[in-house]
């Protein structure tokens, strides 16, 4: 049982009334980590607008920002979001083998080769931020990514870090009814 009270769909108003209608028309539920966010409405709105900026990225593809999502749950243990965007990739067509292998090796991923460059980087930032190097760098900005899309990809990967945090101070339940 959760530690803090959350906004239920019924009881549900203004702002938070509209984003959980916009999940329950996109993926049919409403997510856990956003449920969490109803009991601060200022900072609910803030995150589903930056969802919102991320659904219409000029150059993160939503399938790149899944895969971030996935790989860095993934790595945190943070089951719900590993779930989520497991059932996400699946339905982009993804499979079990893909998925396994990319925990390894997220070069292993199915993605055009600037995406899965940037896919490598964000992992590699993540596991051990010093060992980003300019070389990294540049090489994304040869695969045509500039240094916009390094911090808006390398910011959808560490926010997962807040949340996963979050969700078990607060005893969140984590499962994902979409499985």
């Known amino acids: 049982m959760a530690l803090i ?7 549900a108003e203004g702002i938070i009334k509209e984003g959980y209608n916009i999940f329950m028309e996109r993926i049919g539920i409403i997510p856990k980590p956003m449920e969490m966010m109803s009991t601060s409405p200022a900072l609910f709105e ?9 659904s219409t990225h000029p150059k993160l593809s939503f399938t790149l920002l899944a895969h971030i999502r996935y790989l860095v749950a993934h790595r945190l243990d943070y ?14 067509g993804v499979d079990n083998a893909t998925l396994k292998k990319m925990k390894e090796d997220p070069s292993a991923s199915l993605l055009e080769e600037n995406e899965k460059a940037m896919l490598v980087f964000v992992m590699k ?10 070389d990294d760098i540049q090489n994304l900005k040869d695969l045509g990514w500039e240094d916009r899309d390094m911090v808006d990809a390398l910011t959808q990967g560490v926010s997962m870090i807040d949340h996963s945090i979050m ?3 607060f005893k969140m339940d984590q499962n994902c009814l979409l499985k």
């Open 5 to 11: 009270k959350t906004v239920p769909p019924e009881k």
């Open 46 to 54: 803030l995150h589903l607008k930056r969802i919102q900026y991320y």
């Open 79 to 92: 089951q719900f979001c590993t779930d989520l965007n497991e059932f996400i990739l699946k339905k982009a």
């Open 125 to 134: 930032a993540i596991k051990d931020p010093s060992s980003v190097t300019a």
């Open 167 to 169: 969700m078990q101070v």
